[in-house]
C-alpha cells in the first residue's frame, strides 16, 4: 500500500476534526473506567487548541494519505522548561508527541511507525535532545508500540474512584 506522508494545511481542518472524534471515540470505547466522553462540541473545540498550541510552541502536523483520503496524522511541538523546571530537571530541550491516530482499518501497516518518523525527524531537527510522549493506560497497544520504538516509562499517573 502506497502511503504519503505530508504536512498538514488549513483545508485539511475538517478532516482533522474527524480524525481526532473518530480517536476520542476509540479511547471512550477502551476506557475501562467510563470516565471518557465526547461531546458533539469536542472535534471543533480541540482541534483549535491542538492548532494554537501547535502555533505557539514550533509545532507542525504530519498527515498520513492513502489515495487522496487522510487516514492518519502525528502532532508534535517543542517544549520549553521554566525556570522551576531547571531547579528539578537538567536542562533540556523537549519534543512533545501531541497526538498520532491511525484509522483503525490502516492499524498493522507501518502508518504509525512512518508518521512517528516523521514526527521525531522534525523534533530532532528543532534540537530536540528528548521526545516524550503521554500514553492512556488502557491503550496498550499504543503502549507496546511505544516500547517497540525506544520510549520508556517515565511518569505514572494513577486514579482512584471515590
Do not use: W
Amino acid at each position: 500500500m502506497k502511503v504519503g506522508i505530508r504536512e498538514y494545511q488549513s483545508s485539511d481542518r475538517a478532516h482533522i476534526i474527524k480524525l481526532m472524534e473518530d480517536f476520542q471515540d476509540y479511547l471512550v470505547d477502551i476506557d475501562y473506567m467510563k470516565r471518557m466522553r465526547r461531546m458533539p462540541e469536542y472535534g471543533v473545540g480541540y482541534v483549535s487548541r491542538l492548532l494554537r498550541k501547535i502555533s505557539n510552541n514550533d509545532g507542525l502536523i504530519y498527515l498520513a494519505e492513502h489515495e487522496g483520503h487522510i487516514i492518519g496524522l502525528i502532532a508534535v511541538m517543542v517544549e520549553t522548561q521554566s525556570t522551576s523546571d531547571l531547579l528539578e530537571c537538567v536542562p533540556s530541550k523537549a519534543g512533545r508527541i501531541l497526538e498520532l491516530f491511525v484509522q483503525a482499518r490502516y492499524r498493522g501497516q507501518n502508518i504509525g511507525k512512518l508518521l512517528m518518523e516523521k514526527g521525531e525527524e522534525y523534533l530532532k531537527q528543532q534540537g530536540c535532545d528528548v521526545l516524550r510522549i503521554e500514553v492512556f493506560e488502557p491503550n496498550g497497544k499504543a503502549h507496546n508500540f511505544y516500547k517497540k520504538l525506544g520510549y520508556q516509562d517515565r511518569i505514572i499517573d494513577m486514579i482512584k474512584k471515590l
